[in-house]
């Protein structure tokens, strides 16, 4: 798997980037869904393979893996926000994200396992 090996052989800052031009080329994810989730903080919170505050999105994506309504889940889960699923640390509301984009930003983090 294409993802697997650029975790192996990639320096870590070099994987991130390298993994998020993997995932922005997927069916699920628009090309600038990096840039989405960065203009929303998301990096700020979240790591692609780790914690930063907030479970990294391969984490994410590794626990609703056999979830079929895990994009809907996180998609609601990203405008309203939610605690207590990865600790005591509240994830902040994204209100101001269309359905849409939330939903992409969903997909997006399911398919970073």
Do not use: T
Request: hydrophobic share 45%; aromatic share 4%; with cysteine.
């Amino acid at each position: 798997m294409l993802k697997e090996q650029i975790r192996r052989i990639a320096p870590p800052g070099a994987a991130a980037l390298a993994m998020g031009l993997v995932l922005a080329g997927s069916a699920h994810a628009a090309p600038d869904i990096k840039a989405l989730a960065d203009k929303n903080g998301c990096f700020s919170c979240h790591g692609m393979q780790g914690k930063l505050i907030g479970p990294g999105f391969a984490e994410v994506a590794a626990k609703y893996k056999a979830d079929g309504e895990a994009a809907g889940k996180l998609a609601r889960k990203i405008q309203e926000g939610g605690k207590g699923v990865w600790g005591r640390i509240p994830m902040p509301p994204h209100p101001s994200l269309k359905d849409e984009e939330a939903k992409q930003l969903a997909a997006w983090v399911l398919e970073a396992g």
